[in-house]
């Protein structure tokens, strides 16, 4: 099944107040409610969860970067003049 | 410019004059920012001016790992997530954009990653550029990106703390 498919059901009981508002503002959005509770909670779960912290690649690239990191550590220029700038005093 | 004074985000701070240029920079900030912190999913610092942000700076962890493939191809490929630390979100005021006061807060992100870094494992520090500028701006500062994405760039930790060590004594 493709993963866009819509095969997964979220069973939610709201208010009369909470079915009324949502029901406004999906109107004044210019969505259904069900794209506008889709589009609001799948914002709120990404900007919470930060969806770009793992960071996936093909097993040829990952193989090429992984190597690549066995080289010796080194001090690099730019990073060490940065660490030269005035600190920022933490309270 | 009155003094500087980096914090970790409080319930207290007021963060609704914060402006640095770019609504999504600001948004997560004022809306998401401490709600992430809260669920100890992302650690946001403030750069204070009296009671004003002027910069901040999320950190999380996160992974570079290879794609999951079926077992039968997977045989002999390395197959171990590289465990990073990562910079989500690095922004600062537009009041404060010309003082390297987002170079100078990059070095206390980097010191901190470096510190976490003797606690607990991780190999990698990794940047996440919101846009070309942003990507030119951590390329300045000895960044390299990763391959096939100009926007995600990073750095050994152990080469981090080798500047480090000769930023300060040098």
């Given amino acids: 099944m493709s993963p866009t498919t819509r095969s997964q059901r979220i069973d939610v009981r709201v208010t009369d107040e909470q079915n009324a508002i949502i029901r406004e503002a999906a109107a004044a959005a210019g969505q259904t409610v069900t794209a506008f509770l889709l589009s609001a909670a799948e914002e709120r779960a990404r900007n919470l969860l930060d969806e770009h912290r793992h960071l996936v690649m093909t097993h040829a690239t990952f193989a090429r970067f992984a190597a690549a990191l066995e080289d010796p550590a080194e001090a690099v220029p730019a990073m060490t003049e940065l660490f030269e700038l005035p600190r920022i005093p933490a309270e | 410019m009155s003094e500087l004074r980096l914090v970790q985000l409080t319930a207290d701070h007021d963060l609704s004059g914060v402006d640095c240029g770019n609504d999504e920079l600001d948004v997560w900030l004022r809306d998401h920012a401490l709600a992430s912190q809260r669920a100890d999913l992302a650690r946001t610092y403030l750069v204070l001016e009296e009671e004003a942000v002027a910069a901040y700076v999320s950190l999380t962890t996160g992974s570079v790992r290879p794609e999951t493939v079926p077992k039968r191809y997977a045989r002999g490929l390395p197959r171990y997530p590289i465990p990073t630390i990562l910079i989500a979100r690095l922004?600062?005021?537009?009041?404060?954009?010309?003082?390297?006061?987002?170079?100078?807060?990059?070095?206390?992100?980097?010191?901190?990653?470096?510190?976490?870094?003797?606690v607990t494992a991780a190999r990698l520090v990794v940047v996440d550029a919101i846009d070309d500028d942003a990507a030119e701006f951590y390329r300045r500062w000895g960044f390299i990106a990763v391959p096939e994405n100009p926007h995600r760039l990073f750095r050994k930790i152990r080469d981090v703390r080798q500047s480090l060590n000769q930023g300060e004594n040098g």
Avoid: I
């Avoid at chain 2, 922004?91 to 003797?118: F, I, K, P």
């Fill in chain 2, 91 to 118: 922004a600062v005021d537009r009041r404060h954009q010309r003082n390297r006061l987002g170079s100078r807060l990059l070095a206390e992100a980097l010191r901190r990653a470096a510190q976490t870094s003797d």
